[in-house]
């Protein structure tokens, strides 16, 4: 396999014989891999106005179904980002009228983040876009079977290292 990485394995092999470098092969090209596909990604959401993290919480609510609302703190669990970086993505959804912030009638101590009519027109089409992204990066290197064998290796390896799946509506 000749791409940046083994050159790098093949230098620590000539320089240090005495370690297994695999490892360092295999999350070396996870990283790779996602220098080579953020660029590509990125330019879909900024087309859209929207930056990553955005369009991470918009799919969060949308995913969420009907009628499209969660929690603050159900929206950081999700993305794995602090209260405040949530704080800070909500404030900027909700200037640009994506969403909106309400107290929940059954608690008044609780807020509920939900989808707008633009916020959730918006989150449709960015995905299509996105999703159509993906699909012409792993199209450049690998066939429908790879695709589907890298997917299930991927899932594998998260599942056994306790990333385990959580049943959300």
Do not use: C
Not at 33 to 42: A, C, D, H, R, W
Not at 43 to 64: I, P, V
């Amino acid at each position: 396999m000749d791409d940046r990485v083994s050159d790098f394995l093949a230098q620590w092999q000539r320089e240090r014989p005495d370690l297994d470098v695999r490892p360092m092969g295999v999350f070396g090209r996870i990283s790779r891999v996602q220098e080579l596909v953020s660029g590509p990604l990125q330019a879909n959401f900024r087309q859209h106005g929207l930056n990553n993290g955005e369009f991470d919480t918009l799919a969060t609510l949308r995913r969420a179904g009907a009628p499209y609302t969660l929690t603050p703190g159900e929206l950081a669990a999700s993305s794995m980002v602090t209260g405040a970086a949530m704080t800070n993505r909500l404030q900027r959804l909700e200037d640009k009228g994506m969403l909106e912030r309400t107290m929940d009638p059954s608690s008044r101590r609780r807020v509920l983040v939900s989808l707008t009519a633009a916020g959730l027109s918006t989150v449709d089409e960015v995905v299509v876009d996105h999703l159509r992204t993906e699909q012409e990066l792993l199209d450049r290197g690998l066939s429908p079977a790879e695709q589907e064998q890298l997917a299930s290796l991927l899932a594998t390896f998260l599942q056994r290292s306790g990333d385990a799946s959580h049943d959300h509506r």
